[in-house]
């Protein structure tokens, strides 16, 4: 079955350092999705990206859609602690509604 | 606006004792989800209802069952509970089958702990 893996796992970085996180899918994607979920809480959807290359930005984040639809990352600059939290990114599986999620990238930022 | 209401938000079972999750949305959302999170593996897919009325397995569907009652409200139900099922279970929602733009709604989760 498809499978979307995340690296890297977990990433520490000192407040004003930038974080990247990289997502592969072993399958072509109509779209992707990412989300962050703040320690203790529940996902938050964040973006979706449809078009091949497409680059999406919000505010210090930077979203980016592969040339072949299987591969994705978000790049955040200058990092801040309210940037903690993990980040996943997730593809629809097959023709139904339904999400396969990334492994998630944990990110720590401290002062 | 609420968004999705899971209840409850805690939960202590033993094993081979059931119990139901709620999950309720208030958004006329089409589309159901459960999912459960256990760490290091991500997000996993239990059951997913498409439309009211119809339900289908998903990832890891073993050991539970699920109800879409009516449009607002999805449950999930443990019949026999046992420590592998300790995890976090969050209920989600989307407008579509497959989300354009909006993606999911998730409830705040319930922290499940079977003895």
């Known amino acids: 079955g498809q499978q979307v893996m995340q690296i890297p796992q977990y990433q520490h970085v000192q407040e004003g350092e930038d974080f990247t996180t990289y997502c592969n899918s072993s399958?072509?994607?109509?779209?992707i999705q990412w989300y962050k979920q703040r320690p203790g809480g529940h996902p938050v959807f964040l973006i979706q990206?449809?078009?091949?290359?497409e680059v999406k930005k919000q505010k210090r984040l930077t979203f980016q859609f592969g040339e072949a639809k299987k591969n994705s990352s978000l790049h955040i600059t200058a990092t801040q602690t309210t940037d903690v939290g993990t980040y996943f990114c997730?593809?629809?599986?097959?023709?139904?509604?339904?999400?396969?999620f990334g492994t998630g990238t944990r990110l720590q930022v401290t002062l | 606006n609420a968004g999705v209401t899971q209840t409850p938000k805690f939960q202590v079972l033993k094993t081979g004792q059931s119990m139901t999750l709620q999950c309720a949305q208030d958004?006329?959302?089409?589309?159901m989800y459960w999912y459960r999170q256990d760490p290091g593996m991500g997000l996993r897919l239990i059951y997913y209802?498409?439309?009211?009325?119809?339900?289908d397995k998903g990832e890891v569907p073993n050991g539970y069952n699920v109800s879409r009652l009516n449009k607002r409200e999805f449950s999930l139900r443990l019949e026999s509970a046992a420590p592998s099922q300790t995890s976090v279970y969050f209920c989600?929602?989307?407008?579509?089958?497959?989300?354009?733009?909006?993606?999911?709604?998730f409830g705040s989760g319930t922290r499940l702990t079977v003895v």
């Open positions: 958004m006329n959302h089409n589309s």
């Open positions: 989600a929602s989307s407008r579509d089958r497959v989300p354009l733009g909006y993606g999911y709604t």
């Open positions: 997730a593809g629809p599986t097959g023709t139904a509604s339904k999400l396969t």
């Open positions: 209802s498409a439309s009211e009325g119809t339900t």
């Open positions: 399958t072509t994607l109509s779209n």
């Open positions: 990206l449809v078009k091949s290359g």
